[in-house]
Antibody, heavy 117, light 110 residues
Framework: QLQLRESGPGLVKPSETLSLTCTVS??????????WAWIRQPPGKGLEWIGG???????YYNPSLRSRVTISVDRSKNQFSLKLISVAAADTAVYYC?????????WGQGTLVTVSS | EIVLTQSPGTLSLSPGERAILSCRAS???????LAWYRQKPGQAPRLLIY???SRATGIPDRFSGSGSGTDFTLTISRLEPEDFAVYYC???????????FGPGTKVDIK
């Protein structure tokens, strides 16, 4: 059974870097048929795709966040990670990791990250 | 960039009633690339429908999807208590790869 779990700091200071990790069980981040994504949801608002690591090995990002985002994979730990630099209050959100095809069929439970001094 | 619009913003219905939710795209979307999710309070979204009309694993047949081009519909034939939630449509564009979500429709109890 596929499970994803987000982990990382719940509080980040403005202008610093947000770093989160998603641990995958029940599938392999190295699989040539699976891709992996980060999605976020500000409190009380809708969903926003941040970016994904495709099974081709290429990462693609939301154009609105591309200049600040990096997604990478650690095959030895079966994890993938998100880094978002220069954060501001508008980056406060619940961050989800998910398995990605042309839709998102499995999601982590989400982790709230608050940007505040 | 394709923009998705969902209507209505809120749908007030009673258990057992039929719900019809609309998702409209600013440009044509390939039917293979249109999905629907249900999100209950405090939970992650759950995939209901993919490829416009295919139910995801474990999704009951009271959920159905239809549509093509720029107009898509999610129908819930008989609302159960767990169906009072927010519903999002989502599309995938492959050149370059990108995903967008609609703003959501809240189905609440009348």
């Amino acid at each position: 059974q596929l499970q994803l779990r987000e982990s990382g700091p719940g509080l980040v200071k403005p202008s610093e870097t947000l770093s989160l990790t998603c641990t995958v069980s029940g599938d392999s981040v190295s699989s040539r048929s699976s891709s992996w994504a980060w999605i976020r949801q500000p409190p009380g608002k809708g969903l926003e795709w941040i970016g994904g690591m495709f099974y081709s090995g290429s990462a693609y990002y939301n154009p609105s966040l591309r200049s600040r985002v990096t997604i990478s994979v650690d095959r030895s730990k079966n994890q993938f990670s998100l880094k978002l630099i220069s954060v501001a209050a508008a980056d406060t959100a619940v961050y989800y990791c998910a398995r990605q095809d042309s839709e998102f069929d499995h999601w982590g439970q989400g982790t709230l990250v608050t940007v505040s001094s | 960039e394709i923009v998705l619009t969902q209507s209505p913003g809120t749908l007030s219905l009673s258990p057992g009633e039929r719900a019809i939710l609309s998702c409209r795209a600013s440009q044509s979307v390939r039917s293979t690339y249109l999905a629907w999710y249900r999100q209950k309070p405090g939970q992650a979204p759950r995939l209901l429908i993919y490829g416009t009309s295919s139910r995801a694993t474990g999704i009951p047949d009271r959920f159905s999807g239809s549509g093509s081009g720029t107009d898509f519909t999610l129908t819930i034939s008989r609302l159960e208590p767990e169906d009072f939630a927010v519903y999002y449509c989502q599309q995938y564009g492959d050149s370059p790869p990108t995903f967008t979500f609609g703003p959501g429709t809240k189905v609440d109890i009348k």
